[in-house]
């Protein structure tokens, strides 16, 4: 079983995706993916609807295979290699669990039916099926059928069938988009500590930030089939490689600008802000609500403030700014401020991206 094997020493798995293409029609789902991926880390997918992300886990898994490029398991080219010949645990988002099967037998299924010289001895399955129902704290349960349990225990049976066959990867696609959000938070915490425990390389596929930066070590932002960046979660968060990515993760404002001679320019005015090697002409301007210093004399971006409500030890602001259909979002400690008041803030820290 996956846990003893881990825990035997088992060397873990590394991936590495080598220009990987993938075409529906003209529709270019992946294009030049190159993606290293760690032994034993715990990796994130992070993008919209339609980037490619799941492609390219259903890639990784051998359900879908590329029109051009390589996978490689420790080395190994496995581009042509089916799923069942590639020791992959998958785990989808609808469970994907047999109704008419009992839980125990829903995660003994991939061991039953396998080939008789490869499949172990009655016992050893129940013994299995035993362990795997305590790793996923679901003692006493394996007599019931899927219909009997919560959405979140569903869930946790698919990944125990998932580990079950002794996986040398786990891929989660979307694993909690089908439940509550505090189910979702649960679970998020339990499958953090659960990898941590089995020790595989664990590959999930989700459109929200906050569950890829809880859960995972790095996080991979794909958009239009291709990687925009492969970073920690904090590193992503604090240092965006472009406009995407400082737009999709976590909460900014941008506004457009000009860039001209190492100086920031909007509406045709200086802002006091070092553009340093941005290029001179067009650009966009990023910063975090928090990220800003509220400023008297009118030299920054200025608006005049709509809302005002408690975030915390903060308050949120929000302001309309001419020349653009962006509220400007401002989390500051004022407790003056009032809607109708006249603003003016300057970013402490931004992004300048050209274009």
């Known amino acids: 079983m996956a846990l003893r094997q881990c825990r035997g020493g088992t060397a873990l798995t590394a991936i590495a995706v080598q220009n990987v293409a993938r075409r529906f029609g003209r529709f270019a789902a992946l294009t030049g993916v190159d993606l290293d991926i760690r032994s034993g880390e715990f990796l994130a997918l ?72 490869e499949r172990p001895s009655k016992p050893e399955i129940r013994a299995r099926v035993d362990e795997l129902l305590r790793l996923v704290q679901l003692e006493g349960l394996g007599g019931r059928f899927p219909a009997q349990l919560s959405g979140g225990q569903r869930q946790r049976v698919a ?28 679970l998020r915490r339990w499958l953090r500590e659960l990898h941590d425990r089995v020790g595989l390389t664990s590959i999930f596929v989700t459109h929200d930030q906050e569950e890829a930066i809880e859960l995972a070590d790095r996080v991979v ?30 909460e900014s404002n941008q506004f457009a600008v000009q860039v001209e001679g190492g100086g920031v320019l909007r509406d045709g005015r200086r802002l006091p802000l070092n553009a340093g090697t941005t290029p001179n002409g067009a650009a966009r301007l990023f910063f975090r609500p928090h990220d800003v210093r509220v400023v008297e004399d009118g030299t920054g971006i200025s608006g005049r403030v709509t809302h005002v409500r408690p975030l915390g030890a903060m308050q949120r602001v929000e302001a309309e700014v001419a020349g653009t259909d962006r509220p400007l979002e401002l989390d500051l400690a004022d407790a003056a401020i009032q809607p109708g008041a006249a603003i003016s803030v300057l970013p402490t820290r931004f992004a300048l991206f050209p274009g």
């Open 221 to 250: 932002v794909v958009n239009h089939g291709r990687i925009e960046q492969v970073a920690t979660p904090q590193t992503l968060y604090a240092e965006p490689a472009s406009a995407f990515v400082y737009d999709f993760v976590g």
């Open 46 to 117: 992070l993008g919209p609807s339609g980037s490619g992300k799941t492609t390219l886990l259903r890639i990784l898994a051998g359900l879908d295979f590329a029109d051009e490029g390589a996978v490689l398991f420790d080395g190994e080219d496995v581009s042509d290699v089916p799923i069942a010949q590639r020791k992959v645990g998958f785990v989808f988002q609808q469970y994907a669990l047999f109704r008419h099967m009992t839980v125990a037998d829903n995660i003994a299924f991939g061991l039953t039916v396998r080939k008789r010289r």
């Open 159 to 186: 990944l125990a069938r998932a580990l079950a066959v002794e996986p040398r990867i786990l891929l989660l696609d979307e694993p909690f988009g089908a439940l509550d959000a505090k189910v979702r938070k649960d």
